[in-house]
């Protein structure tokens, strides 16, 4: 990545502003997936002294920052009390320390990366993202969302509901990507299944979710159906990690897991 | 663009362009001691310490570190000596090319973590790939040394 101009802004209306004077601008978190790219960039904004860098408990909710690192919301005891410590948990399987004291919130969402550790335990619990410009939506929503407007993640909001929960990464080695990742919560009673690095984004099973929802009791029969509903209405496809076929499979054993674990 | 930062309880100012990394200011400054291996956010032998907190250089924009404290292994001679003891010792060194970055990282696991187990060690250090020893040499010689400060 190439960047001709840097600027620290001061506030969130500064940041905007910028943002909009050049196409290549951009808003530039930690900057690690950034490096990545051959972008060359006009201005990269720095959101540093905007002061979007707490993490809130309110008695609701979690709120946290575009600008916290992905190492200070593992660390939270709050959320890690919270849904069986899933949030935390997936955030603990990505890369090492040394990486997560520099990736950013802002940019691991608003990045919608198809892998994310992040997204899918989130997605799994009650999220809902605040934009500067487009205001307060669902995550899922917002992962849906496509427009061509230039907006700030300002923070996350997710709901304190009484959350059990599953996560678990398939990775081929200590440091990768996911080959497919896994989230299953129960909110007093409502299973909810999302399934990521199929390897598209991460996504509800929505079909498998009205089915299990619908049942009177959760036995090894219903969760057996509900695997075999997610794998058939979720699209998974191949890629250099793994086959659609693996791929599959994989996401079979840990729906099947998930639910184990969330009804037990 | 000036930077101000503080290395090593030294302060230093630098003119970095707006993509230069740490890695690369601090190597042109003679910290030779923080290393390149994969330049691309995967190995961790570029760590270093941000206000005591473990980060890779290469993937750390320069201007990002202006106003912060950058402690590099020459900031911790004493403990990074006592611990490359216990590596001789237990063959936990061959080439050495990941061992700053190792000892740093471990300085900041103590800060972090009080009594750390074997899974939180193995855990926090991740991140610090060693392409010779196998790390099991590594693992006791940081036990032992979190033996000595006990
Ligand atoms: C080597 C490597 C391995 C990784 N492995 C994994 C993994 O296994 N699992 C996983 O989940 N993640 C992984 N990641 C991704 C990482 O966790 C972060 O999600 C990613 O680096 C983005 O965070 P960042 O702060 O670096 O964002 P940046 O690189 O700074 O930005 C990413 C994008 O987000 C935009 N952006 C940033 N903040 C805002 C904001 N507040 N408002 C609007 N736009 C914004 C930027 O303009 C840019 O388009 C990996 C990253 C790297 C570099
Ligand atoms: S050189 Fe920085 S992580 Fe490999
Ligand atoms: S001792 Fe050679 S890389 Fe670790």
Known sequence: MEIVNYFKAKTVEEAYKKLQEDPSNLIIGGGAWLRLSSKTVNTAIDLEYVGLNQIKETENS??????????EVEKN???SNLFSGIVNKGI????GVALRNLVTVGGSVVGKYSFSDFITPLLAVNTEVVLYKAGRMSLEDFLKLRTKEKDILLKIIIQKE????????MKKTGLDFAVVNVGVTNTLGHLKIVVGARPSLAAFAVKAMDYVNNQETVTDEVIEETANIAINELKFSTNSKASKEYRIELAKVYIRRGLKEVTK | MKIYIEVNGQKKVYDVAPDEYLLDTLREDNFYSIKRGCDNSSCGVCTVLMDGKAVQSCTLLSVK????????IEGYQDEAKKLSEHFGHQGADQCGYCNSSLALTVHAMKDEIVKPTNKDIKEYLVGNLCRCTGYEAQHRAIKLCLEDDE
């Open chain 1, 62 to 71: 979690i709120e946290i920052d575009a600008y916290v690192t992905l190492r």
């Open chain 1, 77 to 79: 005891e709050a959320l």
């Open chain 1, 92 to 95: 603990s399987g990505i890369m």
């Open chain 1, 162 to 169: 009484e959350v059990l929960g599953y996560y678990y990464k």
């Open chain 2, 65 to 72: 570190a202006d106003g912060h404290k950058i402690t590099t």
